[in-house]
């Protein structure tokens, strides 16, 4: 599996698969005040299993949801029925977001069976296809083997190097008033600005507004270029906490870049620390 996206209608067709399975990957903004695995009983596509991104996380990390050890993913992917030959397709409320997150962690452990679906729920409801109340159906525990890999994913260590090297691409997949300074962070006790070096491309340029659907490959293309970016070069992508980054870094899978690197800890780390540079402004000319 190699295509990153799946239609709603390719998704109608194979949702009765036994080797499909459907996650839903929704992650709200601590501002948005809502619980995500609350809201799945009252809706989900049908045969939905819920994915949480701060439960499957590293518990001991004081970070947001960042990523768990080999061990711990194979054991969360186990007991949502997910084997080597499962095609995982995720999905999220706001259209595509948070399930970016979760087709990049899949990856980033070894399986590449895995796709978002284009338009998400809102797609999926604005064409009145079937929904699902209720808790989730139970799938058959599976025996999933995790292979960790390491270049998918930077540490702030990493991203230090970078900057100081000035040698790697790095893009910020954050609103553009947050990325210069003007807009404040959602967390509490964040530093304004980017990281010095960085450009701009906030996630929401990617998708169509009124479909939520993504733009086609010619259109990616053209918002990488324009934010001064060559996705065929060593790049690392960084959001507010790890979400909308794996985004960026999934288009660029789109266009034949499937290496792109998402640093993990992002804003939330990078930002809440008083020993690592950062700028305001626009990003540098490019």
Known sequence: MTDALVSTDWLAAHIDDPKVVVLDGTYHLPTAKRDADAEFPDGHIPGAQRFDIDKVCDPDDPLPHMVPGADAFAKAASALGIDADTLVVAYDVYGMQSSARTWWMFRLFGHDKVAVLDGGMPKWQAEGR???????????????????????????????????????????????????????????????????????????ELVNKDTK???????????????????????ISSCGSGVTACM??????????????????????WGSRQDTPVDTGPADAQ
């Open 248 to 269: 960026i870094a999934l288009n660029a899978n789109r266009l034949g870049h499937p290496g792109m690197a998402v640093y993990d800890g992002s804003w939330s780390d």
């Open 130 to 204: 079937p929904m699902e109340t209720g808790p989730a159906k139970r799938r058959p525990a599976t025996d999933f083997k995790a292979r960790f890999r390491p270049e998918l994913v930077k540490s702030r260590d990493d991203v230090l190097a970078a900057v100081k090297a000035g040698d790697v691409q790095i893009v910020d997949a954050r609103p553009a008033g947050r990325f210069t300074g003007e807009e404040a962070e959602p967390r509490p006790g964040m530093r304004s600005g980017h990281i010095p070096g960085s450009r701009s491309l906030p996630v929401t």
């Open 213 to 235: 659907t993504a733009l086609d490959s010619d259109a990616v293309a053209a918002k990488f270029k324009a934010a001064g970016l060559d996705p065929s070069k060593p790049t």
